[in-house]
């Protein structure tokens, strides 16, 4: 393995000197070559490391942290590399910089698998210019010093130096051209079980989160908004102005802001406005989607996403034919906090602070709806109550800073979990059919999926297992167009799609009279050695934690103490996941005992924040399987709260086992890959229980569809 | 508005408000403590939980003027130094991830082995369904109740 890095022309390395004579170094892979104009700018408050003289060193966390962990994750590469006491350093969150990090995004489970690099020499080049300054200091060859925890050594002379007492000196050099990187045979840090940095702030209640921004002369804002296929006709807000603590009415769109002193006061304000309503669109019913859909995958598409062979000819050719339909709702994202942004807007300048999953977009949509150039934003991240796919939309920050500049104050804007649930960029509902064609000597020839989704560009997902194993395969996919808003939601697509797909799977095998898991096996090995068209996914590592899985879950024994088990496989975002589920119905109660997961996400960083990623997700897939659903009636949704909106709770969460391939791969994803498998998992082991096929989610045993 | 005095982690507040106004708002608004969270406003998910007068209680579905001279306990005052049981097995188990709904699930537990010293799975589904965590923490919640309620075992049989 090669570990030495050459800087391109396009890399982007900057020492910058710090106050009282100490070093922080930036480290930008991918910025375009005028970035290098700023390397002369002293006192840049961004970059990956910063040394103080007095040896306090600080590891700077760019990422927006809402739960997966990066404000651990991503320093811990770089500490690596800086070979520091990971128990010693400092960690600190970072505004919005765009000129110095590449990737401040949650989003796409890509912190880790993106950034890996930069990170890791972020913290190797700080190393490479404190050892320089040692062997300068010591007037010694670099090559016979060494670096131990936070200290430089010269084992001939016995000389040792901390990084703090080196760090001036090192601000001074000139930056590596070439940065060695560690054999990660040396590693230390990286795949070691590391806490959160954070969870001390959070068991205190000290951690401040976007409801918690206070800032001088702030109001709290609540906003009247529209439902789907409405606008504003006319408001009267002589009551809301009566109430006490109420400071300002603003309108921005068809929305109607109330500033006020309190939440309490904001709310009671908005609640009083009385406002009218009038129709822009028909006005959309569950009813109205789900036919529209129905229709949709009777016919096919255009362009179809992927079409190997000739599905007509081996339906035609079929001994048998399978075919299923899958019902997808809506699903909002629902994070604890609800939507929520403080913004401060004035004529000349703007400050931004909340949370968001990608404060860049934030504040390039903020700039162009106020009229300000981006470089008169400020961006701040807040700790971020989850996300989900919620907070990459910049709605929200908008509306805030709308909200501040029609009433030239600082607010914070906070929505109730009514005007949450309420508030739109939805998993997309669909309707998923499939069909298998079988031929006389029980083989799979051919696959068809025809996907209809709410104001989705693809509802497919064409290149996932098993494309590439059927001789003749095509998919096709409609797009429903709605004034329903939907957006990106843990795993988009993968999150339904990898039910579908195993659930259909399992169907077939069972079909064939083979175990589902061999069935899955023999497919696998048929697109290694006899692929049909590309291959999207690793076959080795897409077999190696099927393998796994079915080893940790005891998979053949079906039955044994009323329990039994269905398997469900995925590969999203780089990562491969199989799941057991061991399950047992009683009358029309479903009850889950284990799930059993197996992944390969490539090198593993902190193993214990890794484990609590697959932990939520399986609970995430579980619970949204057997309870999410959110329905319309005329553009209004029929879930408005948690009462109504069933949310899986601590008595229906099942003992989770997780088990990681041994690698040392590029790192992967795994905000979201540990989703997808599991509703198909409960699923097929709910077949395997009741002999009935649950084609809906959520799930109802009550329906009967077997 | 009305005035109110409120007794939260041991000292008195006092503060001019709308009778009606929920415990919540008064406390994270007025008396400016936020670890205790909004989640839901109608009792369903636990964020708000506070003790009053020793018992878990949804602070977004109580009004201020029923929560005056009582005695609130928030997050902020469980401990002085992090040091209840219950904040150290959550600690321990590595119970959060986004954070939100944890000064809410902590302040339930604490009461749930008040209570019950050494809850049973049953004890811990009954003081806990009314709580959501969005993350999924709950097989760790699980964990850390079964560990706090055996540190403070162990604290009380070393006093």
């Known amino acids: 393995m090669n570990n030495t890095l050459t800087l391109s022309r396009r890399s982007f390395l900057k020492v910058t000197s710090l106050a009282g004579g100490g070093l922080m170094l930036g480290f930008h892979a991918t910025a375009a070559g005028d970035l290098l104009t700023d390397a002369a700018e002293l006192f840049e408050p961004n970059a990956y490391v910063k040394i103080s003289a007095e040896g306090v060193i600080t590891i700077l966390a760019p990422n927006p942290e809402l739960g997966q962990g990066v404000r651990t994750t991503l320093p811990m590469i770089v500490a690596e590399e800086l070979d520091v006491d990971w128990n010693t350093i400092a960690i600190e969150q970072t505004p919005l910089n765009t000129k110095l990090y590449e990737r401040q995004v949650a989003g796409g489970s890509g912190a880790v698998r993106s950034s890996w690099d930069s990170f890791r020499k972020g913290g190797a080049a700080a190393r490479q210019m404190l050892l320089e300054a040692a062997a300068k200091k010591w007037n010694v060859n670099v090559s016979e010093c060494r670096t131990d925890k936070g200290f430089v050594l010269h084992p001939g002379s016995g000389k040792k130096a901390s990084y703090g007492e080196l760090a001036s000196t090192a601000a001074t050099l000139e930056i590596p051209k070439e940065i060695k990187l560690k054999d990660p045979a040396d590693y230390k840090i990286i795949g070691t079980r590391q806490r959160s940095v954070d969870n001390k702030g959070i068991i205190t209640g000290k951690a401040k989160y976007g409801f918690d921004i206070k800032r001088e002369g702030m109001l709290y804002a609540m906003l009247a908004r529209p439902t789907f296929g409405k606008k504003l006709k006319s408001f009267d807000d002589k009551a809301a102005r009566a109430v006490i603590g109420v400071k300002n009415v603003v309108q921005h769109g068809s929305s109607i802001a109330v500033l006020a002193t309190s939440t309490w006061a904001a709310k009671k304000g908005r609640d009083a406005l009385k406002i009218e309503w009038e129709d822009e669109a028909p006005l959309e019913s569950t009813s109205d989607y789900t036919h529209a859909f129905a229709k949709m995958i009777q016919q096919r598409s255009d362009a179809p996403k992927r079409n190997d062979g000739d599905v007509d000819q081996a339906f035609a050719g079929a001994a048998k034919i399978l075919e299923t339909t899958f019902e997808a709702p809506f699903l909002p994202h629902a994070p604890m906090e609800p939507m929520c942004y403080f913004a401060d807007v004035r004529d000349d300048a703007a400050d931004l602070f909340g949370p968001s999953q990608t404060p860049a977009r934030t504040r390039s949509d903020v700039a162009r709806a106020i009229g300000l150039a981006e470089d008169k934003i400020t961006v701040g991240m807040s700790h971020q109550g989850g996300g989900f796919g919620r907070r990459l939309q910049a709605d929200y920050s908008v509306e805030a800073a709308m909200v501040s500049k029609l009433a030239k104050a600082p607010v914070l804007v906070l929505w109730t979990r009514e005007d949450d649930m309420q508030g739109g960029f939805y998993r997309p509902a669909g309707l998923y059919k499939y069909r298998a064609a079988i031929s006389a000597n029980k083989e799979l020839i051919g696959w068809h999926m025809n996907a209809a989704a709410t104001n989705t560009g693809n509802a497919a997902r064409e290149n996932s297992f098993p494309a590439g194993a059927v001789p003749n395969f095509r998919v096709d996919s409609h797009n429903h167009q709605s004034k329903i808003t939907v957006g990106a939601w843990r795993a988009p697509n993968h999150n339904f799609i990898a039910y579908t797909e195993e659930s259909f799977i399992d169907e077939i095998a069972h079909e064939l009279g083979k175990d589902p898991v061999a069935f899955r096996l023999e497919l696998l090995e048929r697109a290694r050695k006899n692929p049909t068209g590309s291959v999207g996914y690793d076959v080795d590592k897409y077999i190696g934690v099927v393998k796994l899985a079915a080893e940790m879950g005891n998979w053949g024994k079906q039955g044994v103490n009323g329990i039994y088990k269905g398997f469900g496989a995925h590969y999203s975002f780089g990562t491969y996941v199989a799941q057991v589920a061991d399950v047992s119905v009683i009358g029309n109660k479903i009850k889950v005992h284990k799930i059993y997961a197996a992944v390969d996400c490539g090198r593993v960083i902190n193993p214990l924040g890794a484990e609590k990623q697959l932990e939520g997700g399986i609970i995430d897939g579980l619970g949204h399987a057997l309870y999410g659903e959110l329905t319309f009636d005329k553009g209004v949704v029929n879930q408005k709260n948690f009462n109504s909106y069933k949310m899986i709770r601590i008595q229906d969460t099942p003992d989770i086992e997780v088990r990681f391939i041994q690698s040392d791969a590029h790192p992967q994803g795994l905000g979201e890959p540990g989703l997808p498998p599991t509703g198909a998992a409960v699923a097929n082991a709910i077949f395997a229980a009741t002999g009935k096929r649950l084609k809906k989610q959520p799930f109802d045993l009550r329906v009967d569809i077997g | ?159």
């Open chain 2, 1 to 159: 508005m009305a005035s109110f005095t409120l007794n939260i982690n041991n000292r008195n507040y006092t503060i001019e408000a709308d009778p009606r106004m929920p415990l919540l708002w008064a406390i994270r608004d007025l008396v400016g403590l936020t670890g205790t969270k909004f989640g839901c406003g109608i009792a369903q998910c636990g964020a708000c939980t506070i003790h009053l007068n020793g018992n878990p209680v949804r602070s977004c579905s109580l009004p201020v003027s029923a929560a005056a001279n009582q005695k609130i306990t928030t997050i902020e005052g469980l401990s002085e130094d992090n040091s209840h049981p219950v904040q150290q097995a959550w600690i321990q188990e590595q119970v959060p991830q986004c954070g939100y709904c944890q000064s809410g699930q902590i302040m339930a537990a604490a009461a749930l082995i008040s209570r019950i010293p050494n809850p049973t799975d049953k004890d811990i589904d009954a003081a806990m369904q009314g709580l959501i965590c969005r993350c999924g923490t709950y097989t760790r919640i699980r964990k850390a109740i079964k560990t706090a309620a055996s540190l403070s075992t162990t604290k009380a049989s070393n006093q």
